[in-house]
């Protein structure tokens, strides 16, 4: 039975067999990998990636959660179904929790 420490998901299970022809388990600590939009699945910008569970993200609205891209889309999305231009329905399921997010402010 592993230690508890290793029974978490931030340890690899590394299979090793050694000199003496024995399997043994090792466990290794998982790297972190880069955070991305939840839209377009692109690596944020403005955020270490040597951080560690504390990375500094950007003070925007959206900020460690779209890239500028994707948050400049939503505000437009946003202001348009403010005024009216377009309708909820219209908005792809995705993109419709943020501009609600956004509209809500």
């Known amino acids: 039975m592993p230690k508890p420490m290793h029974r978490s998901t931030s340890f690899k299970k590394v299979h090793k ?5 024995r399997n043994v388990v090792h466990y290794r600590r998982a790297k972190n990998s880069m955070p991305h939009c939840a839209l377009c ?3 944020l910008n403005g955020i270490n990636e040597h951080g560690g569970k504390s990375r500094r993200t950007n003070n925007r609205i959206f900020g460690g959660v779209l890239c500028a891209k994707c948050t400049s889309e939503i ?4 202001s348009r ?3 009216g231009e377009i309708d909820l329905s219209n908005i792809g399921i ?6 609600l ?5």
Do not use: D, N, P
């Open 17 to 21: 067999i050694t000199a003496k022809k």
């Open 41 to 43: 699945r692109q690596e």
């Open 75 to 78: 505000i437009k999305l946003g």
């Open 81 to 83: 179904v403010e005024h």
């Open 94 to 99: 995705k993109e419709r929790a943020f501009v």
């Open 101 to 105: 997010q956004l509209v809500a402010h």
